[in-house]
């Protein structure tokens, strides 16, 4: 298996070598292109960080739209699908695929298109849905789009513990940070990450540190309520994530009282016979609450009314916004003036066409 590990890894270092070799090889936009991705496939919190990074983006007067694959979505008879226009929301989640969704709903108003060719996504961003700005999502190993500001989220088993693919979950060597202009991982992993950088020659421009907490959970009917049960009340988990597990223990954790945990396969599509699994085992430990992530939330949502109470999580992320908020900035004022020749490109006027 090691074998076809490292021949996994050589192969995806000289695709990286390939494009970069040859600048003619990748499509450049009008707009800045910032990405956000992973070295490792899975559960390393890379889309909560690009619905902050969105967040900032439009808190600094940009309208952001972020270009995502829509990975395992079931309804693929569209191309290129707009799933919200900054405006409205235009589809649903089997079109548009759970997190592509969850962002659509819980940003509200930023442009989420979703295609596998991002350099499409990124044309019609610009040209219909006025965005000044693009957040290419999962874009570390997406090489065809040129993109300005390259961002990989790293946690600290992918450093000290991780393996190739199959082996293990990387998808590149960590030789491949050499690449990255910013890094965010874990505090324990900041050392390592900065000699592993350092140990190339060519080290990542900001290490920047970044922690993951659960939020208040929230209902799914009514959306938004926060849910009235005390945290000794008896719940079962449920979670079809990359690492189910990491979700679970996060909960007992923060005191909740998980009599009972229930894990699916990353981007499982429920069925019936799953829903009514989930009220059963519930209602055999009196349980007052089913709690579940928002990407699983999104797959539940079409059935709806569900047969129980069912609470979302939310993942939030403690990180240094404000300089953040400064790289971002300098990186968009250098990107401008050296496609414009001007300081700065005005902001689009508000108005938008939609899909």
Known sequence: MSAIADLHGALALARRRWF???PGRRAGVIRPVISVGNLAVGGRGKTPLVAAMARLLVEMGERPAILTRGYARRDRRRDLLVVHDGVRLHADVEAAGDEPLMLARSLGDVAVVVAADRVLAAVVAESRLGCTVHLLDDGFQHHRLERDLDCVVVTEDDVTRGAMMPSGRLREPLVAL???????????????????????????????????????????????????????????????????????????????????????????????HDVARMAAVAARHGAALILTTEKDMMRLLPWRPLPLPVAWVPLELSWPAAQVRE?????????????????????????????
Request: glycine share 8%; proline share 9%; hydrophobic share 45%.
């Open 20 to 22: 970069r070799a040859d």
């Open 178 to 272: 050499a690449d990255a202009d910013v890094v965010f991982t874990d505090a324990e992993a900041l050392s390592t990450v900065t000699e592993c950088a350092v140990s190339l020659g060519i080290p990542a421009h900001h290490v920047l540190g970044i922690a993951r907490d659960l939020g208040v959970p929230r209902l799914a009917e009514p959306w938004a309520t926060p849910p009235r049960v005390p945290r000794s009340a008896p719940v079962v988990a449920m979670a079809g994530i990359a690492g189910p597990a990491r979700f679970f223990d996060a909960l007992t954790a923060g005191g909740w009282n998980v009599v009972e945990t229930i894990a699916f396969d990353d981007h499982h599509w429920f069925t019936r």
């Open 327 to 355: 790289i971002l900035a300098e990186r968009l004022a250098e990107v401008r003036r050296e496609r414009s020749g001007e300081p700065n490109w005005p902001v689009v006027a508000p108005g938008r066409t939609t899909s």
